[in-house]
């Protein structure tokens, strides 16, 4: 089993849309959840990082994370064709600390 | 406030060489990650530096090292480059090192090795 798991993709939504990018993981101590940003040909950007069961808010973003589940999901309202990029959800081991990667889902937003 | 730099941006290598890049983290950040990113395996972690001490190591072989100094700048090193070595090298920097440490990543060095 993977560490972090993220819907393969690629997602198509069309612009002013919701698009809904969901991961989750195995180790069941983390407590450090993060979603990056990747444009094609850049480097990661930090987009929003959540630590308590809940929604969390920024802008157009919410961030959702359910423990008991092993769950974090990325949530993009009114999508904008900037939002077109690869999103990666990390998550923090309980372990060692090491900040482990899903492979990414691969957002186009249509015009 | 100024970002992760790193340098060079680009790198181009033959086989057997080796190699050094360079992470300058944002300021007041101690703690510097670098990891590995190829199309088919993804973002992977190589090391992370905390206080000029190595605190974690991922699954790379020995030809992969690195050290960070006493103003927080780190590099590593590749040796005996492979074909396989090519890719896009990315450093992070955090505040701290610990289970809620922010990683924030610089622009990246793009390894060919030929």
């Known amino acids: 089993q993977k560490e972090v798991e993220q819907n393969s993709g690629p997602l198509s939504v069309p612009e002013g849309a919701i698009a809904s990018l969901n991961c989750t993981y195995s180790d069941r101590g983390s407590q450090s959840f993060f979603w990056y940003r990747q444009y094609s040909g850049k480097s990661p950007e930090l987009i929003m990082s959540?630590?308590?069961?809940g929604d969390k808010e920024d802008g157009r973003f919410t961030a959702q994370l359910n423990k008991a589940s092993q769950y974090v999901s990325l949530l993009i309202r009114d999508s904008q064709p900037s939002d077109s990029a690869t999103y990666l959800c990390a998550v923090i081991r309980s372990n060692d600390y090491k900040l482990s990667f899903g492979a990414g889902t691969t957002v186009t937003v249509r015009a | 406030k100024a970002g992760v730099t790193q340098t060079p941006r680009y790198l181009i290598k033959t086989r057997g060489q080796q190699v050094t890049l360079s992470c300058s983290p944002i300021?007041?950040?101690?703690?510097v990650s670098w990891y590995q990113q190829t199309p088919g395996q993804g973002l992977q972690f190589l090391f992370e530096?905390?206080?000029?001490?190595?605190?974690n190591k991922g699954n790379f072989p020995g030809r992969f090292s690195g050290r960070q100094f006493s103003n927080s700048r780190s590099e590593m090193n590749v040796s005996t480059l492979e074909l396989g070595d090519s890719a896009l090298y990315l450093c992070?920097?955090?505040?701290?090192?610990?289970?809620?440490?922010?990683?924030?990543f610089g622009p990246g060095t793009r390894l060919t090795v030929t």
């Open positions: 530096y905390f206080s000029e001490t190595q605190r």
């Open positions: 300021s007041g950040h101690r703690s």
């Open positions: 992070a920097s955090s505040l701290i090192a610990g289970a809620r440490h922010e990683q924030y």
């Open positions: 959540i630590y308590s069961n």
